[in-house]
């Protein structure tokens, strides 16, 4: 969904672009969430798997995530819900796509 922010940050994508700054003032229009920090494999290329034993991972409450979304949604138009972890052991998964549709926004 466009709105008013969000053309305002396009428009500056374009003048960033094409000015070939280094430093953008524009906001990005994808957004990539990641909702479990954890999965059920151990797949030997996989960035979940060879993370360091000590760094803490876990799962992202809703309330968390619907905060989130509430203050990106007037400049992404894409919300991917995954990176490292499985998103999909996150019992709170389809809750998360609702409320980016709810938004406005592609997932």
């Known amino acids: ?13 374009a003048q960033n672009f094409l000015q070939k700054k280094t430093e953008v003032s524009s906001f990005p229009i994808e957004c990539f969430i990641d909702t479990y920090g954890i999965c059920n494999l151990k797949c030997p290329m996989c960035p979940c798997t060879i993370v360091a034993k000590d760094t803490e991972r876990g799962m992202m ?3 968390t995530f619907e ?8 400049y992404v138009d894409f919300v991917l819900i995954t990176a490292r972890g499985e998103p999909l ?8 796509i609702k409320v980016c549709k709810r938004a406005g926004l592609k997932v």
Request: proline share 3%; net charge positive.
């Open 67 to 74: 905060t989130v979304i509430r203050k990106i949604k007037d």
């Open 1 to 13: 969904m466009i709105n008013a922010k969000s053309s305002i940050n396009r428009i500056k994508i």
């Open 89 to 96: 052991l996150n019992p709170h998964y389809i809750e998360f």
């Open 61 to 63: 409450e809703l309330s």
